[in-house]
């Protein structure tokens, strides 16, 4: 999973749900160059855009690798700010309708009908209330400043101006808890609350933020950590700061916070389970699915598909299972697989971390002979922090814009002897290289307008990452029975993902039902399905996007290679795929058939 903004995998996608892009007919014959006025116009729509965004919400750019407004945190949660926001992309889709498209050339046209895209999603987006759930087990402000604590975040923290900056966000934080608390009051007034499971699982973390003493804070951890290098003046300047931020403001609003979410919210949250429970939720659903999916179909349509890819990735267990030592029924195997010792081979969290780095070296010898694009910036394997462990998964952060800090994949090890080693190579596929880390470094390292270099959508970003793992196959490295499972096994999570959400959200599935079913399919603990289930039941659709994007682009290479036959390239095929940054799926597939139309057969 990428986490982009306010750890989502493109959360803003999810937050701000809109519907499949418009299609423009294909033009046969689009200039070789744009026309400078419609270029220039153009240019600066994006722009601005992009600024308004970063403003709107400052720790989505600094998650993204924009640096610039590291010492804000805006409020986009306050019902003043959204309206504000809300006029300005109402504003910036008006300037657009006038820039005439047909004197744009090939790249600029992606740049219009990407910009229109997400101006009209933002638009429809907005009319859903999305502030006031501003705290749940997988995303609440607060937590995500105390992951940049340690410095290893996205926010660096090794000069005496980032030091500031960070705690110039410390010094913002209370408000932002004060405005969140009056949101969830407001929902509790409205009906829009979170389910009480989600609460029950958001409370400790929220608990760990508070602390008897300042020094004793996570927030403090930067003072912990001070650089040699710094002066005397500043570090003693620094942790008076440090500690009376915390201390006489900071802890006080994470006890209101953690108080109110203990003896006022969770009394007042919901039974229920999906978002068509809350007021006009079957049409918020709707359109989330549509935003994560950049497709129209309805979730009818995906719990459907989820039932057919169930069933496919069961007949492949079913020829697999004796080849591991298994000879009962396939939809058994990923249950007997988890009880076996032998698949959970580590006592160290280093051991883990050195397979990686392994198979990190072994990929950067295969890797050319699929792709001729790849990224220049390198790909680093660290532990995810303390913190967030027991709620977070696996997941990839972007590198800097500058280069200053590589892409990272973050393993969250909570204690190695449970690890569970067949996942691990299809897991780096899809969270490092070629997956996450070829698509979004090389969509840093492209020149593009800065809405499409710091955002994207989930169906592309995760569908991408998902076909990813499936080229393990074609490298050699599902050769042992336990990798491939492993694959597999990941593959059938994607796929019970289309079932359980849609039917969650959807069809009136209760969150004990959604948890049954991934037991009895993945053979899942109660504990690790409860986890999984909790996640989207907090990010609704946002699970969707994986295997629909990796359908499509799987879709498009099989029909390039019919079309095309021995002139088929696959280096060439990802590099179409990849050059022009992410794309909703309708505009990729029109991007594709205009390639195979231009190849010599």
């Given amino acids: 999973m990428y986490q982009g903004p306010l750890l989502g995998a493109l959360i803003c996608a999810a937050l701000l749900a809109g519907t499949a892009p418009a299609a423009h007919a294909a033009d046969p014959n689009p200039p070789a160059a744009s026309a400078p006025a419609a270029r220039k116009q153009l240019d600066l729509l994006a722009d601005q855009y992009y600024e308004a965004s970063a403003r709107f919400d400052p720790v989505a750019a600094t998650e993204n690798g924009d640096n610039r407004f590291d010492d804000q945190i805006g409020m986009a949660i306050a019902p003043r700010e959204r309206a504000r926001y809300a006029a300005q992309i109402d504003g910036f889709l008006k300037r657009l309708q006038t820039i005439a498209r047909d004197q744009l050339n090939e790249k600029d046209r992606i740049n219009y009908d990407i910009l229109a895209y997400e101006l009209g999603m933002l638009q429809r987006g907005l009319r859903f209330p999305e502030h006031l759930l501003p705290v749940t087990q997988m995303d609440s402000l607060p937590v995500v400043l105390a992951n940049y604590a340690g410095g290893q975040g996205a926010q660096p923290l090794t000069s005496v101006k980032q030091y500031r900056a960070y705690l ?4 913002q934080l209370p408000a932002w808890i004060d405005q969140a608390i009056a949101n969830m009051r407001e929902g509790m007034r409205t009906g829009v609350v979170l389910p009480r499971a989600l609460v029950v699982s958001a409370l400790p973390q929220l608990q760990k933020l508070t602390s008897p003493t300042p020094e004793a804070n996570i927030f403090y951890t930067p003072i912990k950590n001070l650089p040699a290098s710094f002066s005397a003046a500043d570090k003693a300047a620094l942790t008076r700061a440090y500690r009376d931020t915390i201390g006489s403001r900071l802890q006080p609003a994470l006890l209101r916070l953690a108080s109110f979410m203990q003896e006022q919210y969770l009394p007042a949250a919901r039974t229920s389970t999906g978002l068509a429970a809350l007021p006009n939720g079957a049409a918020w659903y709707a359109e989330r699915v549509a935003s994560q999916t950049t497709t129209a179909l309805t979730p009818e349509q995906i719990h459907a ?3 057919a890819e169930v069933a496919r990735i069961q007949g492949e267990f079913a020829a697999l299972g004796p080849k591991l030592g298994y000879d009962g029924p396939a939809a058994g195997l990923p249950g007997w697989v988890d009880q076996q010792a032998r698949f959970r081979p580590y006592r160290k969290e280093q051991d883990i ?5 392994r198979l990190n ?11 001729t694009l ?5 790909l680093d394997v660290r532990l995810e922090p303390e913190l967030s462990r027991d709620t977070a998964s696996d997941h990839y952060s972007a ?7 590589p892409g990272v994949f973050w393993t969250v090890v909570t204690d190695p002897k449970d690890y569970f080693g067949p996942g691990m190579v299809t897991l780096f596929l899809h969270e490092g290289q070629p997956g996450h880390h070829f698509h979004i470094a090389i969509n840093q390292e492209l020149n593009l307008p800065k809405f499409r270099k710091f955002g994207g959508n989930n169906a592309f970003t995760e569908g991408w990452a998902l076909y990813a793992e499936t080229l ?3 490298m050699g490295l599902f050769e042992k029975p336990e990798d491939y499972f492993g694959h597999l096994n990941d593959e059938m999570l994607r796929a019970v993902r ?3 959400d849609t039917g969650m959200h959807a069809k009136g599935w209760t969150r004990e039902q959604a948890i049954q079913y991934m037991r009895d399919t993945l053979g899942y603990s109660e504990a690790l399905a409860r986890g999984q289930i909790e996640r989207y039941m907090a990010w609704p659709g946002q699970a969707l996007g994986y295997k629909i994007g990796a359908l499509k682009i799987a879709e498009l290479r099989a029909r390039a290679q019919q079309a095309l036959g021995p002139a088929f390239s696959l280096p060439k095929f990802h590099e179409v795929v990849l050059r022009d940054g992410t794309l909703p799926l309708a505009l990729l597939e029109q991007k594709v058939d205009r390639w195979i139309a231009a190849q010599p057969r």
């Avoid at 971390?353 to 780095?357: E, G, K, M, R, S």
């Avoid at 590198?399 to 800090?405: H, L, N, Y």
Wanted: glycine share 8%.
């Fill in 399 to 405: 590198p800097a814009a500058d280069g200053s800090r």
């Fill in 498 to 500: 289309l079932v359980v």
């Fill in 374 to 378: 790849m990224p220049k910036a390198p």
């Fill in 305 to 307: 598909k989820g039932l």
């Fill in 353 to 357: 971390l050195d397979f990686y780095a």
């Fill in 168 to 171: 110039h966000r410390l010094q």
């Fill in 361 to 371: 070296e072994v990929l950067k010898q295969k890797l050319p002979s699929l792709f």
């Fill in 472 to 474: 393990g196959k074609e």
